[in-house]
């Protein structure tokens, strides 16, 4: 399973940015995905998850509300819709899959992308 994230950058506070996630192969609905952050000095934390079939999405508290997971099965796609970002979203957001939704929940994963850094400025 490979993943290519993008779409980071620098942000202003309350403006929007979006993620996108691509995964290669052609399994991609077999698995739940999602988002995993970092900030520096932290450990990685879950911020959204998506069930294989996109009908499922969860949240961390901490950005439900601003941020929309989803996923494209067809295009192998998941994004993660970025609204209303604050500085404390700044991290490195890495894509990831697993095989468990569980997993993701608990913020690790079977497989990782890249990382892409979300810088938000005040």
């Known amino acids: 399973v490979q993943l290519q994230a993008s779409g980071g950058g620098l942000v202003q506070a309350g403006a929007s940015l979006r993620l996108s996630c691509l995964k290669s192969?052609?399994?991609?609905?077999?698995?739940?995905m999602g988002w995993v952050r970092q900030a520096p000095g932290k450990e990685r934390e879950f911020v959204a998850a998506i069930s294989m079939s996109g009908d499922n999405s969860y949240y961390a508290d901490s950005v439900k509300g601003r941020f929309t997971v989803s996923r494209d099965n067809a295009k192998n796609t998941l994004d993660l819709q970025m609204n209303s970002p604050k500085p404390e979203d700044t991290a490195v957001y890495y894509c990831a899959a697993s095989r468990q939704i569980g997993t993701l929940l608990g913020g690790s994963a079977d497989y990782w992308g890249q990382g892409t850094l979300v810088t938000v400025s005040s």
């Open positions: 192969g052609r399994t991609f609905s077999l698995y739940p």
